[in-house]
T-cell receptor
Framework: EAGVTQFPSHSVIEKGQTVTLRCDPI?????LYWYRRVMGKEIKFLLH????????ESGMPNNRFLAERTGGTYSTLKVQPAELEDSGVYFC???????????????FGSGTRLTVV | DAKTTQPPSMDCAEGRAANLPCNHSTISGNEYVYWYRQIHSQGPQYIIHGLKNNETNEMASLIITEDRKSSTLILPHATLRDTAVYYCIVRGRNTDKLIFGTGTRLQVFP
């Protein structure tokens, strides 16, 4: 089974530019999550999709961030315009409900390292 | 904020058992204890989770105290590849977020 794939693996952009990160979850996983770690801080939740719907976007820092998941397959996270404080590693994860519902473990991708200069 | 506290770092000799403690004194009855680890430059990796009984899988064992206020992750025979940051996370049944703390940096040495 292929894992969660993220690209690009690295991106360096100038302040004010736009960057789009992509995540391909494990096939068949309805749940898709975005997390990020900015310099010196803990890994923080950004948002959660169930299929194409946003289930929880309480962690999105501001309206410069836009996440989409058209068709319930891959997801994109766009930052526009990027600011210096957006630098960090952005992780995507996916999961599948266990039979009978309840708790499950996520599979994370390797992340996209974003550097805003 | 994370509901867990962990020591910032630990060392373990290769081949020995690594025992990583975690305190979660405010855990509630419907919350699970999860463990993830992050090896340098990779995404977090799920290890194990439990509610109140001890759990074991091919990666590790999880020992949860009877009062559920603390737990220990056991890597029975640590290898150099187990060097990573280990995160203990408390998560409710109806919550999808993982709230990461600062974790324990485990260094396995030869």
């Amino acid at each position: 089974e292929a894992g969660v794939t993220q690209f690009p693996s690295h991106s360096v952009i100038e302040k004010g530019q736009t960057v789009t990160l992509r995540c391909d979850p494990i096939s068949g996983h309805d749940n898709l999550y975005w997390y990020r770690r900015v310099m010196g801080k803990e890994i923080k939740f950004l948002l959660h999709f169930v299929k194409e719907s946003k289930q929880d976007e309480s962690g999105m820092p501001n309206n410069r961030f836009l996440a989409e998941r058209t068709g319930g397959t891959y997801s994109t996270l766009k930052v526009q315009p990027a600011e210096l404080e957006d630098s960090g590693v952005y992780f995507c994860a996916s999961s599948q409900e266990l039979k009978g519902g309840g708790i499950y473990g996520y599979t994370f991708g390797s992340g996209t390292r974003l550097t805003v200069v | 904020d994370a509901k867990t506290t962990q020591p910032p770092s630990m060392d373990c000799a290769e081949g020995r058992a690594a025992n990583l403690p975690c305190n979660h004194s405010t855990i509630s009855g419907n919350e699970y204890v999860y463990w993830y680890r992050q090896i340098h430059s990779q995404g977090p990796q799920y290890i194990i989770h439990g509610l109140k009984n001890n759990e074991t899988n091919e990666m590790a064992s999880l020992i949860i105290t009877e009062d559920r206020k603390s737990s220990t992750l056991i890597l029975p025979h640590a290898t150099l590849r187990d060097t990573a940051v280990y995160y203990c996370i408390v998560r409710g049944r109806n919550t999808d977020k993982l709230i990461f703390g600062t974790g324990t940096r485990l260094q396995v040495f030869p």
